[in-house]
C-alpha cells in the first residue's frame, strides 16, 4: 500500500482527500504545520507528498526546500487554491515539485494525479 | 425550547355532527414512513364525525390542500404524490384548529462518492442502522470530531454499520460515501421541530446543518451568524470538490453560500457564536 504524507491546515479539504485516499487503497497520514510534517517525516517513510502552498502562517516553499534536500527523488505534489498567487505556484515547480494540484479539482482528478506521480 | 402558545392545548368549541358542541384537541400527527417506490404516509388519531383537511408545503408559507373528509376515528393519509418533491411536509386542518406538528419527508441524492448531508426531521429512531438502512456494503458515514479535529469512519461491511448506535439528528451534519457508480437516493422521515433554538457554534473548524428543513441564503434566511474572516465551505455533488465561500470587509467574495434542504456545510469560524432561530408555523 502506497503511503502519503498529506500537509495542509485546511481541515475540509485534507479531512476529506485523505479520507477518499484511504478508501481508495493509499494510506495518507495529515499534518496541519509545518513542525508536525517534518517531524512525521524524520520517522517515517512516504512514497508522496502533498503540500499546500499556502500553509496558514508558514512558507509551503521552505518545507518543499526541505522535503527536496531530505529525499531528491521523493515527489512532492503541491496544494494550490484559487487564491494563491501563479508566480507562487511557478516558484514551486522551478524548486523541483512534480506537480500542482487545485482544491477545485475533483477528489478524482487529484487521485488519479497521486496515482501518477506515484507509479 | 419554547412551546408556542398556539401549539398548546386547544380546546375550542365547535359545531359537531346533530349541532352538539363538542370539544376538539389540535391532533398529533405520527407513523411517518416513506415507502421505497414513493409514496409517504402518517397517521392520526380523530375524533368520530369530525371533519379534516390535509394540508402540505415545501416551504411553511403556501400551504395547499391534498384531502379532505370525515373522520372514522383515525386519519391515515397516503400521498401518491410524494415522488414528485424532493422534501414535503404535512399537516391536518380541523375547521381552523391546526394539528399540533408537522410531519414530512426529506429526500438526499447520494452521487457516486461523496455528499455532505443532514437529517433535519426529529424521529423516533435516527440511529445509522435505521437511516441507511437500504444501502450498499462500502458505504461510509463520517462525522467530525471538533476536539481531535478528525473524521470518524463508520462503515457499512455485509450488510452491518461497524456503529449501528450512531445517530444522525436535526443540526448535524456527516459525509456521507457511495461507493458504488450509481446515484442512489435516501429519504428522512420525521417531525418537524418548532421554537426557540439556540444551536453553539464553536470556534474553528465544524460541520453544521440548519435544525429546520428549509433552504436558502445561509446568512439572512438561515440565519446563520456570519463574522468578518469566517469561511463556510460547501461540497459540490456532482463536481466532487469543495466550494470556498470567504466572508471578508463585511460581504461574501462572489456570492452567498445557499444551502440545500438535507444539505450540511463546513464552517471555519474566527470565533465562538449562537446560531439562533424562532421558527413557528401559523
Known amino acids: 500500500m502506497s503511503r502519503v504524507l498529506f500537509i495542509d491546515d485546511e481541515i475540509p479539504i485534507r479531512e476529506t482527500l485523505s479520507m477518499y485516499f484511504n478508501l481508495k487503497g493509499i494510506e495518507v497520514t495529515s499534518a496541519a504545520t509545518g513542525t508536525e510534517a517534518r517531524q512525521l517525516a524524520e520517522a517515517n517513510i512516504y512514497d508522496l507528498v502533498i503540500l499546500d502552498i499556502h500553509l496558514g502562517e508558514e512558507d509551503g516553499l521552505a518545507l518543499l526546500d526541505f522535503f527536496r534536500q531530505k529525499d531528491p527523488k521523493l515527489p512532492v505534489i503541491m496544494f494550490s487554491s484559487s487564491g494563491d498567487d501563479p508566480e507562487v505556484i511557478q516558484q514551486a515547480l522551478a524548486k523541483g515539485a512534480t506537480a500542482c494540484m487545485s482544491t477545485t479539482d475533483s477528489l478524482d482528478n487529484l487521485l488519479k494525479e497521486v496515482q501518477r506521480a506515484i507509479h | ?52 383537511e390535509i394540508q402540505a408545503s415545501t416551504n411553511f408559507k403556501n400551504w395547499s390542500s391534498v384531502s379532505a373528509g370525515t373522520s372514522a376515528g383515525q386519519v391515515d393519509f397516503v400521498d401518491s404524490e410524494a415522488s414528485k418533491f424532493s422534501y414535503r411536509f404535512y399537516r391536518l386542518n380541523l375547521n381552523g384548529i391546526y394539528s399540533a406538528n408537522l410531519v414530512g419527508y426529506v429526500t438526499v441524492t447520494l452521487p457516486p462518492a461523496f455528499a455532505m448531508i443532514a437529517d433535519p426531521l426529529r424521529s423516533a429512531n435516527n440511529r445509522v442502522a435505521e437511516l441507511f438502512k437500504e444501502m450498499p456494503d462500502g458505504a461510509t458515514l463520517s462525522k467530525f470530531d471538533s476536539r481531535l479535529h478528525h473524521l470518524s469512519m463508520n462503515k457499512l461491511e455485509h450488510g452491518k454499520w461497524a456503529n449501528p448506535g450512531e445517530t444522525l439528528g436535526p443540526g448535524e451534519g456527516a459525509i456521507f460515501f457511495n461507493p458504488t457508480s450509481d446515484y442512489k437516493s435516501l429519504s ?36 446563520f451568524p456570519i463574522d468578518e474572516g469566517d ?39 474566527k470565533s465562538a457564536r449562537n446560531w439562533i432561530r424562532n421558527f413557528y408555523v401559523e
Open chain 2, 1 to 52: 425550547m419554547k412551546i408556542p402558545a398556539f401549539l398548546e392545548k386547544i380546546s375550542v368549541k365547535i359545531a359537531a355532527r346533530g349541532s352538539k358542541a363538542a370539544q376538539i384537541d389540535p391532533p398529533r400527527l405520527g407513523s411517518p414512513v416513506r415507502f421505497p417506490y414513493g409514496p409517504f404516509q402518517f397517521k392520526a388519531q380523530v375524533g368520530k364525525g369530525i371533519a379534516y
Open chain 2, 188 to 223: 428522512f422521515v420525521g417531525e418537524v421541530e418548532q421554537g426557540d433554538f439556540s444551536t453553539p457554534v464553536p470556534g474553528g473548524f465544524t460541520i453544521q446543518s440548519s435544525s429546520i428543513p428549509q433552504a436558502g441564503r445561509l446568512d439572512t434566511e438561515l440565519g
Open chain 2, 231 to 269: 469561511v463556510i465551505h460547501l461540497f459540490d455533488r456532482d463536481r466532487q470538490s469543495y466550494v470556498l465561500y470567504p466572508y471578508q470587509n463585511h460581504a461574501w467574495g462572489s456570492e452567498p453560500p445557499i444551502v440545500s434542504v438535507g444539505e450540511s456545510f463546513w464552517v471555519a469560524k
